[in-house]
């Protein structure tokens, strides 16, 4: 985003924070706060399965209340396309975020550690290769 704000105009600046202001606080709400439950499942209740089919429900949930969200307020094509953007990036964060409630269930942070140490050097490498 900062890296827009410098070299972008004030309008995509705002269709962004547009899009973002739209789909994180469906997001947020659909996450349920499954990790924590799947990570303090210790009596094994439920299955990773079972969760990330829950996951995936409430993610096509969002998308469908993202929708009608558009649909409602008459956002043109353009910033749906950022909606939709923001949704699939959550949505795929909120995947590996199932993953990663399976590996605390495991006490397995070895795995997570090396996990988010990747995603963060390959999100720098994304900025970096944006700049040049």
Do not use: N
Request: proline fraction near 2%; include cysteine; charged fraction near 15%.
């Amino acid at each position: 985003m900062v890296l827009l704000a410098k070299l972008g105009t004030p309008s995509m600046v705002g269709d962004l924070t547009l899009g973002l202001a739209i789909t994180s606080p469906v997001m947020t709400l659909a996450a349920l706060e499954l990790q924590a439950l799947q990570s303090t499942d210790a009596g094994g209740q439920h299955t990773f399965a079972a969760y990330l089919r829950l996951r995936l429900l409430t993610s096509v949930g969002a998308l469908l209340v993202l929708i009608a969200v558009i649909w409602l307020t008459g956002l043109d094509r353009a910033k749906s396309l950022i909606v939709f953007a923001f949704w699939l990036t959550k949505s795929a964060d909120s995947v590996s975020d199932t993953v990663y409630g399976l590996l605390c269930r495991y006490e397995r942070m070895d795995k997570m550690g090396v996990s988010l140490v990747a995603r963060g050097v390959l999100r720098s490498e994304e900025h970096t290769s944006e700049l040049q």
